[in-house]
């Protein structure tokens, strides 16, 4: 069975403090690991796809990397508005369209 | 162009009572998904459809939830006799298989703002 961890479960930073939150993982041939941002009351917001193990990518203060057994969401110089919830999840060759996602990190950027 | 949208935004009801939630996926989209939200908890696959077909049912909790696609578009959650834990955020995402950046696969979901559901 498809399994994500994510840590922390919540994360607290001051604005301009960078940090990185990890997702660990546990799948029967990785086709797809994704990250989410979700805000309170919406649905999530896609973030990246990573397809093997050291792929990287970036969007604006976020980079996310992917080993064989997790992936970190690095976060530059936070902004408030950054703060949000950050989903990890992950779908495999063998069950195809199932996503099996992780529980969240909670990140809260202080001014 | 218009993204996903899912109604009720908001669904307050009595336990044993009967709920339709609607999900009207991303145009030419033809992957649609179910997923359960409860507080402190991830997202919980309930059911998934590719067309009008749903081949893979295995996440619906029990025989009182249904779900139907027509036309390959709209698709309607239904859950018969609600139970108090059935409260919960049930999100709608489409998606469509093909082939993304590098050649690689993408089935990258994009989800609707959810619908809220509340059982007293």
């Known amino acids: 069975e498809d399994q994500v961890t994510q840590s922390p479960e919540a994360l607290r930073l001051q604005e301009g403090e960078s940090s990185s939150l990890n997702c660990s993982y546990t799948?029967?041939?990785?086709?797809?690991l994704f990250w989410y941002r979700q805000d309170p009351g919406k649905g999530p917001e896609f973030l990246f796809t990573?397809?093997?193990a050291g792929e990287e990518k970036e969007k604006e203060r976020l980079k996310a990397t992917l080993t064989k057994k997790e992936s970190f969401l690095h976060i530059t110089a936070p902004k408030p508005e950054d703060s949000a919830t950050y989903l990890c999840?992950?779908?495999?060759?063998?069950?195809?369209?199932?996503?099996?996602f992780g529980t969240g990190t909670k990140l809260q950027v202080i001014p | 162009g218009a993204g996903v949208s899912q109604s009720p935004s908001n669904k307050v009801t009595e336990k044993g009572k009967d709920v339709e939630l609607r999900c009207d996926p991303i145009s030419g989209h033809t992957a649609l998904y179910w997923y359960r939200q409860s507080l402190g908890q991830g997202l919980e696959f309930l059911i998934y459809?590719?067309?009008?077909?749903?081949?893979?049912k295995s996440g619906l909790p029990s025989d009182r939830f249904s779900a139907e696609r027509t036309g390959g578009s709209v698709s309607t959650l239904t859950i018969q006799r609600t139970q108090q834990e059935d409260s919960a955020v049930y999100l709608c995402?489409?998606?469509?298989?093909?082939?993304?950046?590098?050649?690689?696969?993408?089935?990258?979901?994009?989800f609707g703002p959810g619908t809220r559901l509340t059982v007293l």
């Open positions: 799948v029967s041939g990785l086709r797809g």
């Open positions: 995402a489409s998606s469509s298989p093909g082939q993304g950046e590098n050649g690689a696969s993408t089935d990258t979901q994009y």
């Open positions: 999840a992950v779908q495999a060759w063998t069950t195809y369209q199932k996503v099996t």
């Open positions: 990573l397809y093997s």
């Open positions: 459809f590719q067309g009008n077909s749903a081949p893979d």
